[in-house]
């Protein structure tokens, strides 16, 4: 079984704002495998990117985190100084985003942006530092790379710049891979490609993935296992397709049912009732209690977390008992 690589436990972030403190990832505990590629989902705003960002030390003020440890390999990421942080972020730690332009500079070519990168941290000559990024875009599906490392970021479409955008993240052949809603803006057809080629390389290059979606239905074809997360905390996890095929947690199984591919065509969409917290607010009890169909009179504590060894569920009346695949 392949090694754990990064290994998360009660990360907390907060936002300490004028109107009052925000506790916007909620003692986040996940861990992943190299090869590995793990899904974070959830609704607009409960958490998944501030967890990314809290991952790469990437938090903006007036937020912090405030709790928790993140083991990179048995180091500590928490601990380290900004300075130690230069030769972990990018390097062995990468992320891409939804917007590929947060990456690329738009006044230079590709080539001379990938190189550039590639020389920041290892010692080889541009020459080599060409062949790595050319092997880079063939990596990600960039089909007749020695032109396309001539051009300039406008001359590709937008699941082009994308893909480059994977491929300067993977130049340092990062041991983790943070990617926050990168193919979201793209069309289906390209998107279904980059997930392919994304999963294919997790498991060559071994790099564990975190992929960051408020869709199940890429995680379905993508992700080895999941993790749903709801206001701040992860409220179910488990191997995709256990998940998937058997959710525990009301909110999951209301998140499934508004995934329009699973349900019956001319159906209408189904969509969970309500809205997600205020996170200002002080939330005692279950953060979804108030949208939920099974919620009950114990559901104004915070449900402890119920457990088996690949499945986990946050909640005091599950939908069905936990079960796992037997080849778990
Ligand atoms: N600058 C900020 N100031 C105060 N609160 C913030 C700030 N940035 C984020 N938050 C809080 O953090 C919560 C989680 O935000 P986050 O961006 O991680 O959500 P998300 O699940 O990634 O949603 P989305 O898919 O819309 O990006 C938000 O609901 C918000 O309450």
Redo the contacts with the bound molecule.
């Keep these: 079984m392949n090694p754990t690589i990064l290994k998360i436990d009660g990360l907390t972030t907060e936002?300490e704002?004028r109107a009052g403190r925000?506790v916007?990832?909620n003692g986040v505990s996940l861990s992943v495998k190299q090869g590995e590629i793990l899904g974070l989902v959830?609704?607009?705003?409960?958490?998944?990117?501030?967890?990314g960002?809290s991952i790469m030390n990437l938090v903006?003020r007036?937020?912090r985190i405030t709790g928790g440890s993140i083991l990179l390999n048995g180091t500590n990421l928490l601990a380290l100084s900004e300075s130690e942080w230069r030769h972990i972020r990018g390097k062995r730690i990468a992320m891409v985003f939804q917007d590929p332009m947060l990456t690329l500079n738009p006044v230079l070519r590709i080539d001379t942006q990938m190189i550039e990168t590639v020389q920041a941290h290892a010692k080889v000559s541009r020459s080599q530092a060409r062949e790595i990024a050319r092997a880079c875009l063939v990596k990600v599906g960039i089909a007749a790379p020695d032109e396309r490392l001539k051009s300039y970021p406008h001359q590709f479409s937008g699941g082009m710049r994308q893909r480059v955008a994977i491929a300067i993240a993977l130049v340092q052949e990062p041991e983790v891979l943070i990617a926050?809603?990168p193919t979201t803006a793209l069309d289906v057809t390209i998107q279904e490609q980059i997930l392919y080629e994304m999963q294919q390389l997790a498991r060559q290059s071994g790099t564990a993935m975190i992929w960051?979606t408020?869709d199940l239905s890429v995680v379905a074809g993508l992700a080895d296992r999941v993790a749903v997360?709801y206001a701040?905390r992860i409220i179910e996890r488990g191997l995709t397709r256990d998940v998937l095929s058997r959710p525990t947690h009301p909110y999951t199984v209301g998140l499934l049912r508004s995934v329009p591919a699973r349900n019956p065509r001319g159906s209408p969409l189904f969509q969970i009732p309500g809205a997600?917290p205020n996170?200002?607010a002080q939330i005692d009890g279950c953060a979804f209690r108030a949208r939920c169909t099974q919620a009950g009179p114990r559901c104004t504590t915070l449900p402890p977390v119920q457990q088996s060894p690949n499945r986990e569920v946050r909640c005091f009346y599950p939908v069905m008992p936990l079960q796992e695949s037997v080849a778990a």
């Design positions: 936002f704002t925000v916007a990832v959830g609704e607009s705003g409960s958490g998944k990117s501030q967890t960002y903006d007036p937020g926050d809603e960051i408020h997360m701040g997600p996170l200002l």
